[in-house]
């Protein structure tokens, strides 16, 4: 299973941007989804992430977006969110989705898949 990540994009300071981010084939749960960011020269970092419901739900922000981006989850908890308001230069890097574990249920196998990455979705924000 692979994470296909959208929605990235050029838009100018003070704008918002949608990202999504769904797994490449049905998956039965995943535990905790997130997005990093990883700025040109820079390491990456956390962005947010958010544990499902069976898991406490809990969300967590880098300091640096607290108040500005939104972390959310699809009802069946398969896809994540990240809704970015006020943007600002310094938000402009190559944004990646994550999981830690997924569950999957198909005729052929049943098994846990760990530690997964989308392919990232670049965001510049610049005038």
């Known amino acids: 299973v692979q994470l296909q990540a959208s929605g990235g994009g050029l838009v100018e300071p003070g704008g918002s941007l949608r990202l999504s981010c769904a797994p490449s084939?049905?998956?039965?749960?995943?535990?905790?989804m997130g997005w990093y960011r990883q700025a040109p020269g820079k390491q990456r970092e956390m962005v947010a992430n958010?544990?499902?419901?069976?898991?406490?739900?809990?969300?967590n922000y880098v300091d640096s977006v607290k108040g500005r981006f939104t972390i959310s989850r699809d009802n069946a908890e398969t896809t994540v969110y990240l809704q970015m308001n006020s943007l600002k230069p310094e938000d402009t890097a190559v944004y990646y989705c994550?999981?830690?574990?997924?569950?999957?249920?198909?005729?052929?196998?049943?098994?846990?898949?760990?530690?997964?990455w989308g392919q990232g979705t670049e965001v510049t924000v610049s005038s």
């Open positions: 084939r049905t998956v039965f749960s995943i535990r905790t």
């Open positions: 994550h999981a830690d574990r997924l569950y999957v249920h198909y005729p052929a196998y049943e098994r846990y898949e760990y530690d997964i």
């Open positions: 958010i544990t499902s419901k069976p898991y406490g739900g809990y969300i």
